[in-house]
Nanobody, 125 residues
Framework: QVQLVESGGGLVQAGGSLRLSCAASGLTFSTYAMSWFRQAPGKEREFVVGINWSNSNTYHADSVKGRFTISRDNAKNTVALQMSNLKPEDTAGYYC??????????????????WGRGTQVTVSS
């Protein structure tokens, strides 16, 4: 079955950096658009950043532009999220998501077929 497993979360001070990773199995990884979403307590899950299956286009929420970078390694079936200049408002559970074959990145939670269980990122002020 399909599995997405996130890692790399933790506690960091404001202004610091973290790198999250998502390892995928059970799917033809290179044909799936991959995105990161986040969810803070009491809030809806929101789109953060995504990368198309072709690896040529990336999309960012306005709140993370210039600070977060997504990349993928199709040979290793992994997608990474490099986060820098972190702010307390970035505190949330971060989730990796995969969208069906040959479809583009979207910002809607409902468009994704597979989800990881998440990794917590906490940014202290």
């Amino acid at each position: 079955q399909v599995q997405l497993v996130e890692s790399g979360g933790g506690l960091v001070q404001a202004g610091g950096s973290l790198r999250l990773s998502c390892a995928a199995s059970g799917l033809t990884f290179s044909t799936y658009a991959m995105s990161w979403f986040r969810q803070a307590p009491g809030k809806e899950r929101e789109f953060v950043v995504g990368i198309n299956w072709s690896n040529s286009n990336t999309y960012h929420a306005d709140s993370v532009k210039g600070r977060f970078t997504i990349s993928r390694d199709n040979a290793k079936n992994t997608v990474a999220l490099q986060m820098s200049n972190l702010k307390p408002e970035d505190t949330a559970g971060y989730y990796c998501a995969a969208r069906r074959r040959y479809q583009s990145v979207t910002t809607s939670v409902n468009d994704y077929d597979y989800w990881g269980r998440g990794t917590q990122v906490t940014v202290s002020s």
